[in-house]
């Protein structure tokens, strides 16, 4: 397979979605890693603490990666399949190997340390320096300071991490795909507008419906956000509305879809990687790459946000009680209730907005 053949290895350009199947990803991406390896063991060879050979070609290895690694996951995430999945997850622990094999590049390490201790850092502009200095912390942060067993607890918790939170997005993904609401009557869609009625009938018509229309139905709403959002929106059969509702808010909650073992799992793997790296906290390690000094900090902050925007959020919410007409508003009557308001308020739907958005 070669860089021509497979669209997947052009590193550069859109990505040609319409030639990219699953069979390509496990030649394309073992290739891509093999060439990549070369060049960063040339890379390390050659190294110089300088710009330009040290940050430039380490960025072209870096950019190949994530041109081709992100067609991938991209896929992974809208045009996902079993074929698909298998092809990710062969080549997934082979990408994070390398990635750590890179993050954790004592040569290329120590040469950003040359270049920030040397007489050319002067001459850098503030944003070269400030890729530097956030290049020296992102290696910190990826073990290059580990050695031994430490080392080795920390590549693997990335591994298995890595696994943990494709399988977490793919529980979310079949989750939503297993939840439909067929709709056949008046009363079912009353107040949807007709954007979502087609896409409903689309979607019944991919689902079998062949004779579905978007004046006749039947319609299909879904847990994807762009036919749960308006319908909880514009619904209104409040009943309806409730079911989607639950439906939404417990995906992968339970059976073998069941994400709460992993979310565990992903907290207890977090808290050891940041303690390996020195840290008491996973939150401590994130906050190092943001611009708050600490965990205390942002909680302070959240704090005045709450303090100052809640009274103010209790009067827009008796304000849409009044206007509902009731004191028993539900998580799945605000929206319903809101684009009433607006309308009522501005005389103009968030409909009407569609077609500039």
Not at 62 to 81: D, P, Q, Y
Not at 227 to 244: A, G, I, Q, T
Not at 334 to 355: C, D, G, M, T, V
């Given at each position: 397979?070669?860089?021509?053949?497979?669209?997947?290895?052009?590193?550069?350009?859109?990505?040609?979605?319409?030639?990219?199947?699953?069979?390509?990803?496990?030649?394309?991406?073992?290739?891509?890693?093999?060439?990549?390896?070369?060049?960063?063991?040339?890379?390390?060879?050659?190294?110089?603490?300088?710009?330009?050979?040290?940050?430039?070609?380490?960025?072209?290895?870096?950019?190949?990666?994530?041109?081709?690694?992100?067609?991938?996951?991209?896929?992974?995430?809208?045009?996902?399949?079993?074929?698909?999945?298998?092809?990710?997850?062969?080549?997934?622990?082979?990408?994070?190997?390398?990635?750590?094999?890179?993050?954790?590049?004592?040569?290329?390490?120590?040469?950003?340390?040359?270049?920030?201790?040397?007489?050319?850092?002067?001459?850098?502009?503030?944003?070269?320096?400030?890729?530097?200095?956030?290049?020296?912390?992102?290696?910190?942060?990826?073990?290059?300071?580990?050695?031994?067993?430490?080392?080795?607890?920390?590549?693997?918790?990335?591994?298995?991490?890595?696994?943990?939170?494709?399988?977490?997005?793919?529980?979310?993904?079949?989750?939503?795909?297993?939840?439909?609401?067929?709709?056949?009557?008046?009363?079912d869609i009353a107040g949807l507008p007709p954007s979502l009625l087609s896409l409903a009938a689309q979607t019944a018509r991919g689902q079998g419906e062949t004779n579905a229309s978007t004046e006749t139905g039947p319609w299909v709403i879904t847990?994807?956000?762009?036919?749960?959002?308006?319908?909880?929106?514009?619904?209104?059969?409040?009943?309806?509305?409730?079911?989607?509702?639950?439906?939404?808010?417990?995906?992968?909650?339970?059976?073998?879809?069941?994400?709460?073992?992993?979310?565990?799992?992903?907290?207890?793997?977090?808290?050891?990687?940041?303690?390996?790296?020195?840290y008491s906290t996973y939150a401590e390690v994130s906050l190092a790459r943001k611009m708050a000094n600490s965990v205390d900090e942002i909680e302070k902050l959240l704090d005045n946000l709450r303090q100052v925007s809640y009274e103010a959020a209790?009067?827009?919410?008796?304000?849409?009680?009044?206007?509902?007409?009731?004191?028993?508003?539900?998580?799945?009557?605000?929206?319903?209730?809101?684009?009433?308001?607006?309308?009522?308020?501005?005389?103009?739907?968030?409909?009407?907005?569609?077609?500039?958005?």
């Open positions: 397979m070669t860089n021509t053949s497979n669209p997947l290895l052009a590193g550069q350009g859109l990505p040609a979605f319409d030639q990219i199947q699953p069979g390509l990803i496990v030649p394309g991406m073992t290739q891509l890693l093999q060439e990549l390896a070369g060049e960063l063991t040339d890379l390390e060879a050659q190294i110089a603490p300088t710009w330009e050979k040290l940050v430039e070609p380490l960025t072209r290895i870096e950019e190949r990666l994530s041109w081709s690694w992100g067609i991938i996951g991209h896929l992974m995430g809208v045009k996902n399949s079993p074929e698909l999945r298998q092809a990710y997850e062969t080549v997934q622990p082979q990408v994070v190997e390398f990635i750590s094999r890179l993050s954790q590049s004592k040569p290329i390490y120590e040469a950003f340390l040359s270049l920030r201790q040397g007489e050319s850092w002067g001459q850098l502009d503030e944003a070269q320096q400030r890729i530097v200095e956030a290049s020296l912390r992102d290696a910190q942060l990826a073990g290059v300071g580990l050695v031994g067993e430490k080392k080795d607890r920390f590549n693997a918790i990335q591994l298995e991490l890595a696994e943990i939170t494709t399988k977490f997005s793919n529980n979310i993904l079949d989750a939503t795909k297993a939840f439909q609401l067929k709709l056949t009557t008046p009363e847990l994807d956000f762009p036919s749960y959002f308006p319908f909880m929106k514009y619904s209104d059969n409040r009943e309806l509305r409730e079911k989607l509702y639950k439906a939404y808010v417990s995906r992968a909650d339970l059976g073998e879809l069941d994400n709460n073992p992993l979310i565990d799992r992903i907290l207890q793997l977090r808290q050891e990687q940041a303690h390996l790296l020195g209790k009067q827009d919410l008796e304000a849409l009680k009044t206007f509902a007409g009731t004191d028993d508003l539900k998580h799945w009557d605000i929206a319903y209730w809101s684009e009433k308001q607006r309308q009522a308020k501005f005389n103009f739907s968030a409909e009407e907005l569609r077609p500039y958005f």
